[in-house]
């Protein structure tokens, strides 16, 4: 149980496109979802916190609208990058925490690879 | 603020070697968790343990342990009789437990260990 899923699993879009992911609780309910990415032998950092039925909020540093979280339903929040730059090539990590669970526990998803071009 | 810090960028070992990668925290939080991931070359983090701040206890699971010491702020890894199967980049992580805080939930990530362990 407690399975996440992303899609897509690796992109390759061109420069000033905007790209979707994905992020699916598969066998919960999520009412808190977060979006992490990964910068090549780097660590993970934290972008935003996605709250179902409400706006998410940004980490400092981190262009709301650039990235735009939308959260819908408690099983899907999906990361938006718009207009993409080289520079926002990256991996992107989302995890899911379970409704009426506390936050600590979280589920991750595999990731998602994003080639801007 | 919260910081980890895990000073070993890189660690080699021969298989059958044992191995502690060290982690070292800060947090202005009175509670909170630690964890341990691992980070397998397709990029999927693989959850290994969850530990929190009241409980000081020593953890072991097969040829995994953990030491943690809240006076010195660390959380140590070990792995015994590494195998090449250990090889990956792991990750030591913060979050703070209390629900009425701002950072509840949030994991705050080291800087990762690379991990190769040789035949």
């Known amino acids: 149980g407690a399975v996440v899923s992303q899609h897509p699993s690796r992109v390759i879009c061109k420069s000033g496109t905007s790209v979707k992911i994905e992020c699916r609780s598969l066998d919960f309910q999520a009412t808190t979802m977060f979006w992490y990415r990964q910068f090549p032998k780097q660590s993970l950092m934290l972008m935003a916190t996605?709250?179902?039925?409400?706006?998410?909020?940004?980490e400092q540093g981190v262009e709301k609208d650039k990235f735009l979280i939308n959260h819908a339903s408690l099983t899907l929040s999906t990361l938006t990058v718009t207009s993409a730059h080289p520079e926002d090539s990256s991996f992107y990590i989302c995890?899911?925490?379970?409704?009426?669970?506390?936050?600590?526990?979280?589920?991750f998803g595999p990731g998602t690879r994003l080639l801007v071009l | 603020a919260q910081k980890v810090t895990q000073a070993q960028t890189e660690i080699s070992v021969v298989e059958k070697e044992d191995v502690t990668l060290d982690c070292v925290y800060e947090t202005r939080d009175t509670t909170y968790y630690l964890f341990w991931y691992k980070q397998p070359p397709s990029g999927e983090l693989v959850f290994l343990i969850r530990r929190n701040s009241f409980d000081e206890q020593n953890e072991i699971s097969g040829r995994y342990s953990w030491n943690f010491q809240k006076s010195t702020s660390s959380f140590n890894f070990t792995i015994t009789a590494s195998q090449v199967v250990d090889s990956a980049v792991y990750f030591c992580?913060?979050?703070?437990?209390?629900?009425?805080?701002?950072?509840?939930?949030?994991?705050?990530f080291g800087q990762g260990t690379i991990l190769t362990v040789h035949p």
């Open positions: 996605s709250n179902e039925g409400s706006k998410a909020t940004y």
């Open positions: 995890s899911a925490s379970p409704s009426g669970g506390a936050r600590e526990t979280q589920y």
């Open positions: 992580a913060l979050s703070a437990s209390w629900a009425g805080g701002t950072s509840y939930g949030k994991l705050t």
